[in-house]
């Protein structure tokens, strides 16, 4: 049976920690957040594996700093207005100064929605050795379940239990998702299926926005990579000492996140937290790093994080969209100019960008920073590139086979 937590952190011993309780000095802390929380009765405080460091403070008002945009998508559905002009301008601009937005009008019924919460609620409420079944160490597994960050190398536990696993193209590994609950897979794929058609039509602006065709994101994923990472963020005795998620930015081209009605998601804006509260209906979207590869740096993937609480369970969906694994990623060719725009990123496979970048402990945007060029210097060689929209049908021999 895999192990979902590093082995310094099972069975451990804080009866020598001042926030210690009794009745977690030997918890199995591979158990998972949610069966500690479960478990343990009249919990109040944190086991000193789950304490962070440091903790950056959110901006304590709203009034200090504006709130992510809000964009409505009905302008999309239009092949040419001024309508469909402004929500493509409206996008770039968020793009660009955010990274991140919330999106109205996107077409996801608000029926299908609810019942994906509910099924992944019904999954994380399922008994400890039914959940199990899915874990594994492998970061690249194509269904995985585990607690706190995604890899085993040794770090301090976040305060999250996790369901991840692969999706479009669904073919590829339905048969692998869970089965418990008994409708998970079928509400699952028509929600993959209709947030998928969701993210092709936010990249096609996107596209629009930085000057390409149309259709020139979607054709640079190739057979494309969609990723569903749920999360479950029980409440916590002791929300300022731990984080649900620390800051990172996600690896793929676009993130699309439902949640339900508990606060939880924060963004960095311009060296401040700034909360993204819970809007019925909406969802948020974000950029990841194939698109601040792909865009040669005018887009930039945006470190957030999830916080939690001491009265609610937050549950949230993420659905991060990329590239065939196989695929190398680098920046548009009409993006770059050798002399007035040179390339800022060398190219990589996505999938051991992927590997990388979810197998380290060290949060923010470090893995990103890997593969950036030194072209500051006025010395720095020219990088050969390949260049995602012609080469997305060539192929790399996966590693793994």
Same mark, same amino acid.
């Given at each position: 049976?895999?192990?979902l937590v590093p082995s310094?952190?099972?069975?451990?011993?804080?009866?020598? =920690?001042?926030?210690?309780?009794e009745k977690t000095s030997? =918890?199995?802390?591979? &158990?998972?957040?949610?069966?500690?929380?479960?478990?343990?009765?009249?919990?109040?405080?944190?086991?000193?594996?789950?304490?962070?460091?440091?903790?950056?403070?959110?901006? $304590?008002?709203?009034?200090?700093?504006?709130?992510?945009?809000?964009?409505? #998508?009905?302008?999309?559905?239009?092949?040419?207005?001024?309508?469909?002009?402004?929500?493509? &301008?409206?996008?770039?601009?968020?793009?660009?100064?955010?990274? !991140?937005? &919330?999106?109205?009008?996107?077409?996801?019924?608000?029926?299908?929605?609810?019942?994906?919460?509910?099924?992944?609620?019904?999954? !994380?409420?399922?008994?400890?050795?039914?959940?199990? +079944?899915?874990?594994?160490?492998?970061?690249? @597994?194509?269904?995985?379940?585990?607690?706190?960050?995604?890899?085993?190398?040794? =770090? *301090?536990?976040?305060?999250?239990?996790?369901?991840?696993?692969?999706?479009? $193209?669904?073919?590829?590994?339905?048969?692998?998702?869970?089965?418990?609950?008994?409708?998970?897979?079928?509400?699952? +794929? +028509?929600?993959?299926?209709? *947030?998928?058609?969701?993210?092709?039509?936010?990249?096609?602006?996107?596209?629009?926005?930085?000057?390409?065709? +149309?259709?020139?994101?979607?054709?640079?994923?190739?057979?494309?990579? &969609?990723?569903?990472?749920? @999360?479950?963020?029980?409440?916590?005795?002791?929300?300022?000492?731990?984080?649900?998620?620390?800051?990172?930015?996600?690896?793929?081209?676009?993130?699309? #996140?439902?949640?339900?009605?508990?606060?939880?998601?924060?963004? %960095?804006?311009?060296?401040?937290?700034?909360?993204?509260?819970?809007?019925?209906?909406?969802?948020?979207?974000?950029?990841?790093?194939? #698109?601040?590869?792909?865009?040669?740096?005018?887009?930039?993937?945006?470190?957030?994080?999830?916080?939690?609480?001491?009265?609610?369970? %937050?549950?949230?969906?993420?659905?991060? =969209?990329? $590239?065939?694994? @196989?695929?190398?990623?680098?920046?548009?060719?009409?993006?770059?100019?050798?002399?007035?725009?040179?390339?800022?990123?060398?190219?990589?496979?996505?999938?051991?960008?992927?590997?990388?970048?979810?197998?380290?402990?060290?949060?923010?945007?470090?893995?990103?920073?890997?593969?950036?060029?030194?072209?500051?210097?006025?010395?720095?060689?020219?990088?050969?590139?390949?260049? $995602?929209?012609?080469?997305?049908?060539?192929?790399?021999?996966?590693?793994?086979?």
């Open positions: 049976m895999a192990s310094s952190c099972l069975c451990a011993n804080t009866s020598d =920690h001042p926030l210690a309780d030997t =918890h199995d802390y591979n &158990q998972g957040v949610k069966h500690l929380v479960d478990t343990a009765c009249n919990l109040h405080s944190i086991p000193f594996m789950y304490i962070l460091p440091v903790i950056p403070p959110a901006c $304590p008002s709203t009034a200090c700093h504006p709130s992510i945009p809000v964009i409505d #998508l009905d302008g999309l559905n239009e092949l040419s207005s001024e309508r469909r002009i402004l929500a493509v &301008q409206s996008i770039s601009s968020a793009c660009a100064e955010w990274g !991140f937005f &919330q999106i109205v009008n996107h077409g996801i019924k608000a029926s299908l929605m609810e019942e994906m919460l509910k099924s992944v609620e019904g999954f !994380f409420s399922l008994t400890w050795e039914e959940k199990m +079944k899915y874990a594994s160490d492998d970061v690249m @597994n194509p269904v995985r379940y585990g607690t706190s960050l995604n890899t085993s190398t040794p =770090h *301090v536990l976040h305060w999250r239990d996790y369901l991840r696993h692969f999706g479009h $193209p669904i073919e590829s590994s339905f048969h692998l998702w869970p089965n418990n609950p008994s409708n998970y897979r079928e509400v699952a +794929k +028509k929600y993959l299926e209709d *947030v998928w058609k969701l993210a092709m039509k936010i990249s096609s602006a996107i596209s629009e926005g930085l000057g390409l065709e +149309k259709d020139y994101i979607e054709k640079s994923l190739g057979e494309g990579c &969609q990723i569903v990472a749920s @999360n479950y963020y029980p409440p916590c005795p002791e929300p300022h000492l731990t984080l649900g998620l620390s800051a990172h930015s996600d690896h793929g081209g676009l993130t699309i #996140l439902m949640q339900n009605d508990v606060d939880g998601l924060q963004v %960095r804006y311009n060296g401040t937290w700034i909360p993204v509260h819970h809007v019925p209906g909406t969802l948020v979207v974000n950029i990841g790093d194939y #698109l601040e590869i792909l865009s040669n740096g005018r887009y930039k993937s945006v470190e957030h994080r999830a916080v939690v609480n001491e009265e609610k369970t %937050r549950i949230s969906i993420a659905v991060g =969209h990329g $590239p065939d694994l @196989n695929s190398v990623i680098a920046p548009a060719r009409s993006l770059v100019d050798e002399k007035d725009e040179p390339p800022l990123y060398k190219p990589i496979v996505y999938r051991d960008y992927m590997r990388c970048q979810q197998s380290s402990t060290v949060r923010g945007k470090e893995p990103l920073g890997i593969i950036k060029t030194n072209t500051s210097s006025t010395s720095s060689p020219s990088l050969e590139i390949s260049y $995602p929209l012609e080469s997305a049908s060539s192929k790399i021999p996966s590693p793994d086979n």
